[in-house]
Structures are given as structure tokens and as C-alpha cells.
């Protein structure tokens, strides 16, 4: 199982960004499915994700109605798109599918078995 993210880069505060996600031997259908990300010297921190099937996505309140998450199970592809960024959104991010996640551990990293490399985001002031 193999995870793709892609999309990161430099950009401005207040600029946008789309980072996207591609599976390979593994359907996104049914499976909860998220972003985290990775400050330097920070842990790792949960962003958005769907639970199993559910159609709403659940967000950390620090990117929520700036970030919108949505995944498309025809091409097993799971986004993020990144509005109005901030310094402090700086970070690695990381796509992750947990199989058997219930739904009070979602935000938990322990609670996702399979990861991407990740991407790199770097907001500048």
C-alpha cells in the first residue's frame, strides 16, 4: 500500500494551496481518511478527515472554514484545499487511512495504520 502526497510548496500568508492524495492497492471507500501535519519540533497534529463512508469531514479547530477536505472514491484520491494560509499552518503534511479507526480516535495519528511521505508547506509572513 502505497500513499501519495503531492502539492506542497512556498507561498505568502493569505495565498491558497491544494495538496492531494493517491492510493495505490487500497480503496479509499469505506475507510476513515485524513491529513495531519508536522511543525518542526511540534508533534504530529490532526487536520481534517472523513470517518468510513460518512459524507461531513471533521477539522481541528485551528484550519476550520479555512481548509476544506474532500475525497473522491471513483479516482481514490483524498484533498485538502488550503485557504487564507497563515504562518503557523507551516508543516509537513502528511495523508493517512486508518482501517478500523472508531470514530473517537480519528483525530489520534496511533488511530491511522497506513501514511504518505509527506509534503512539504512553508507559509512566509
Known amino acids: 500500500v502505497q500513499l501519495q ?3 506542497g510548496g512556498l507561498v505568502q500568508a493569505g495565498d491558497s494551496l491544494r495538496l492531494s492524495c ?3 492497492e487500497l480503496s479509499f471507500s469505506g475507510y476513515t481518511v ?3 501535519r508536522q511543525a518542526p519540533g511540534k508533534e ?3 487536520v481534517a478527515a472523513f470517518f468510513r ?3 461531513n469531514a471533521y477539522y481541528a479547530d485551528s484550519v476550520k ?3 476544506t477536505v474532500s475525497r473522491d472514491n471513483a479516482k481514490n484520491t483524498l484533498s485538502l484545499q488550503m485557504d487564507s494560509l497563515k504562518p503557523e499552518d507551516t508543516a509537513v503534511y502528511y495523508c493517512a487511512v486508518a482501517t478500523s479507526a472508531i470514530l473517537s480516535t480519528i483525530r489520534s495519528s496511533n488511530a491511522y495504520n497506513y501514511w ?3 509534503t512539504l508547506v ?3 509572513s
Open 22 to 24: 493517491a492510493a495505490s
Open 5 to 7: 502526497a503531492s502539492g
Open 34 to 36: 485524513g491529513w495531519f
Open 53 to 55: 463512508s460518512r459524507m
Open 122 to 124: 512553508t507559509v512566509s
Open 65 to 67: 472554514g479555512r481548509f
Open 44 to 46: 504530529r497534529e490532526f
Open 116 to 118: 504518505g511521505q509527506g
